[in-house]
């Protein structure tokens, strides 16, 4: 192999960027095959969970959803097909979520990475953030943080950009980032002997 085929199971570019962040450079020495590059796609997937994930068991199911789907994907023209399953080595799903954590109060926004490679499955979460009481309101009475965080911010589509995350902390946690130590976590099984 000279390429790691990488599919991403989003079209959101923060998510592809989280991604690219974890992989590093293809002279790492410990990505699985030994590639001499790398290469990130994004492959829009449906989540299979609901538009806001609630809890941690959801977030994480949408992540193993989106990244099992990378897999099933239809190839785009030019695909290697004969790479793996839809021509992807790998495929990675990110899930962000709201959640409530026992021995504390109010909810706050989650984030889960998955990553598989059809066979073996690695699971990691990001950082975790108070939610405001009015955001995490407004999410307990069925809408989505990200319509949410773009109405208390009077913007248009946060999610592609600094997150709630980047909005939450005054830019201190970078949406890619904290999304790429998800991914990072994630890929433990694939790059660490210790599994």
């Not at 199971?9 to 095959?33: F, I, T």
């Not at 299979?48 to 099992?68: D, F, I, K, L, Y």
């Not at 990110?94 to 926004?109: C, I, K, N, S």
């Amino acid at each position: 192999m000279t390429t790691l085929r990488v599919g991403v199971g989003s079209g959101n570019p923060v998510k592809r960027r989280a991604v690219e962040l974890a992989l590093g450079s293809a002279a790492d020495d410990d990505l699985p095959g030994d590639p001499t590059g790398v290469a990130v796609d994004s492959v829009p997937v449906d989540s299979g969970v609901s538009e806001q994930p609630t809890g941690h068991a959801e977030t994480v199911a949408g992540a193993e959803n989106r990244a099992a789907a990378v897999l099933e994907a239809e190839p785009r023209d030019g695909d290697a097909a004969t790479v793996g399953r839809a021509g992807y080595d790998l495929g990675v799903g990110v899930e962000g979520g709201v959640a409530e954590f026992d021995g504390t109060d109010g909810r706050y926004l989650i984030m889960w990475a998955a990553v598989t490679d059809g066979d073996r499955v690695g699971r990691a979460a990001g950082p975790s953030l108070a939610l405001p009481a009015d955001v995490a309101a407004r999410i307990d009475d069925g809408a989505e943080l990200g319509p949410v965080m773009d109405d208390r911010l009077g913007t248009d589509g946060v999610a592609t950009r600094g997150g709630a995350a980047g909005a939450l902390t005054n830019g201190r946690v970078d949406r890619a980032e904290a999304l790429a130590a998800a991914v990072s976590g994630a890929l433990g099984p694939f790059v660490s002997k210790l599994y």
